[in-house]
């Protein structure tokens, strides 16, 4: 195929000019001004578009079939203009072997995920927490087994660390998981909402490259506005290299929350949906529409697309000694998307309400020898 006219942004800002690029058999094989077409290879000419690493989102479910909340790939993937999708906690290490041959053998999208340090994961969690049975719902030495047998697919532990979730266990659940992560050398996604634990217990246990999710959540006694002594617990956890993953959610995101974080300096490091069955007509819809909200809330527009992109992508491969996605010879892994106007409304997670100007609208997502034209939920 051939892309006409598009400009790169990174998180260094906007190219100078807008370019042709050049996609064969996966991979980019030429860049330029006014590329000729001698193959007669399909093109897509586009107005005022950018073109930036594939977005990834880091939190959604689509372990489908196999939990009550999972949705399908292709729903939160590339029609949405994103390329890699990471299931955050959907199976534990009970269920992990049905995610890697039913889910993720049949994606055209790239799939990760972070293993739920509870066996089961979230196969009834509408009904039944992970982590109901206490210390007998962990099984440290199948857990540190199962990451050994997937290594390519799992990139960290995940660990819900609220009140519901962790019943009796408080902050004991995320010292497990800590401590298991530390073991198999990966970082740890820690889910936070209602107390117990506390969210300055929960930050003491992180460790530079953890993430948490649902860090802009709204809940009485759990966010990061209500106490100074949890705001300084916030900035300290980022000054040792702490990511703040959006993780918007059904019931997770507060733009209220969100703007005081960004008033005290604090942005959103990683900008994901939490996409699931709950979510996907709303609140989140998906992840243009999640970036657009963070982008009208005050986020400058190339830490908003590094947040659903570059920043999640060098989370899952730290050691990728080249991050320049646009390059020939590279594998095509590339969103193109426009900003355009718009007077549209949405909410958070607590309902309120926000009137976006600006809005992120994806139009082609690549990735690899798969690609697709995108849209919007939110029309």
Same mark, same amino acid.
């Given at each position: +195929?051939?892309?006409?006219?598009?400009?790169?942004?990174?998180?260094?800002?906007?190219?100078? %000019?807008?370019?042709?690029?050049?996609?064969?058999?996966?991979?980019? $094989?030429?860049?330029?001004?006014?590329?000729?077409?001698?193959?007669?290879?399909?093109?897509?000419?586009?107005?005022?578009?950018?073109?930036?690493?594939?977005?990834?989102?880091?939190?959604?479910?689509?372990?489908?079939?196999? %939990?009550? /909340? $999972?949705?399908? =790939?292709?729903?939160?993937?590339?029609?949405?203009? &994103?390329?890699?999708?990471?299931?955050?906690?959907?199976?534990?290490?009970?269920?992990?072997?049905?995610?890697? #041959?039913?889910?993720?053998?049949?994606?055209?999208?790239?799939?990760?995920?972070?293993?739920?340090?509870?066996? /089961?994961?979230?196969?009834?969690?509408?009904?039944?927490?992970?982590?109901?049975?206490? *210390?007998?719902?962990?099984?440290?030495?199948?857990?540190?087994?199962?990451?050994?047998?997937?290594?390519?697919?799992?990139?960290?532990?995940?660990?819900?660390?609220?009140?519901?979730? %962790?019943?009796?266990?408080?902050?004991?659940?995320?010292?497990?998981?800590?401590?298991?992560?530390? &073991?198999?050398?990966?970082?740890?996604? &820690?889910? /936070?909402?209602?107390?117990? =634990?506390?969210?300055?217990?929960?930050?003491?246990?992180?460790?530079?490259?953890?993430?948490?999710?649902?860090?802009? @959540?709204?809940? =009485?006694?759990?966010?990061? +506005?209500?106490?100074?002594?949890?705001?300084?617990?916030?900035?300290?956890?980022?000054?040792?290299?702490?990511?703040?993953?959006?993780? @918007?959610?059904?019931?997770?995101?507060?733009? #209220?929350?969100?703007?005081?974080?960004?008033?005290?300096? /604090?942005?959103?490091?990683?900008?994901?949906?939490?996409?699931?069955?709950?979510?996907?007509?709303?609140?989140? *819809?998906?992840?243009?529409?999640?970036? $657009?909200?963070?982008?009208?809330?005050?986020? =400058?527009?190339?830490?908003?697309?590094?947040?659903?992109?570059?920043?999640? *992508?060098?989370?899952?491969?730290?050691?990728? &000694?080249?991050?320049?996605?646009? $390059?020939?010879?590279?594998?095509?892994?590339?969103?193109? *998307?426009?900003? #355009?106007?718009?007077?549209?409304?949405?909410?958070?997670?607590?309902?309120?309400?926000?009137?976006?100007?600006?809005?992120?609208?994806?139009?082609?997502?690549?990735?690899?020898?798969?690609?697709?034209?995108?849209?919007?939920?939110?029309?």
């Amino acid at each position: +195929m051939l892309i006409r006219q598009v400009t790169p942004l990174s998180p260094k800002g906007f190219s100078a %000019t807008p370019m042709d690029l050049e996609v064969k058999e996966g991979r980019i $094989s030429r860049l330029g001004q006014n590329l000729d077409n001698p193959e007669g290879l399909k093109e897509y000419s586009f107005q005022n578009a950018l073109i930036s690493r594939g977005w990834v989102d880091l939190h959604v479910h689509v372990y489908f079939g196999a %939990t009550d /909340i $999972s949705i399908r =790939p292709e729903q939160a993937g590339l029609r949405t203009g &994103v390329t890699t999708l990471v299931d955050c906690g959907s199976a534990g290490e009970a269920n992990f072997t049905g995610f890697s #041959e039913f889910i993720v053998k049949n994606a055209r999208e790239k799939l990760f995920a972070f293993l739920n340090i509870g066996s /089961i994961g979230l196969v009834a969690c509408n009904r039944i927490s992970e982590l109901s049975l206490g *210390f007998r719902s962990v099984n440290i030495e199948r857990t540190l087994n199962t990451i050994k047998a997937y290594p390519e697919l799992i990139r960290g532990i995940k660990c819900r660390a609220s009140h519901v979730i %962790t019943g009796d266990l408080g902050a004991d659940a995320v010292r497990i998981a800590r401590k298991v992560a530390r &073991v198999a050398d990966l970082p740890l996604v &820690v889910h /936070i909402g209602e107390p117990p =634990p506390l969210l300055e217990e929960v930050l003491e246990l992180l460790e530079e490259g953890d993430v948490v999710t649902h860090a802009f @959540h709204g809940k =009485p006694g759990g966010n990061l +506005m209500e106490d100074p002594r949890t705001l300084d617990a916030v900035h300290d956890a980022r000054a040792r290299g702490v990511l703040l993953d959006v993780g @918007h959610g059904a019931a997770s995101f507060s733009f #209220e929350v969100m703007r005081y974080a960004l008033d005290q300096g /604090i942005d959103a490091d990683l900008i994901s949906t939490d996409l699931h069955h709950n979510s996907i007509q709303g609140p989140a *819809f998906d992840l243009p529409t999640t970036l $657009s909200k963070l982008l009208n809330l005050g986020m =400058p527009l190339e830490k908003v697309i590094a947040a659903g992109s570059t920043r999640p *992508f060098n989370f899952l491969f730290p050691h990728a &000694v080249d991050s320049d996605c646009i $390059s020939s010879g590279k594998e095509a892994d590339l969103t193109v *998307f426009t900003v #355009e106007d718009t007077d549209k409304e949405v909410q958070d997670s607590l309902g309120c309400r926000l009137r976006l100007k600006k809005i992120i609208r994806p139009l082609l997502a690549i990735q690899g020898n798969h690609h697709e034209e995108c849209t919007n939920r939110l029309n």
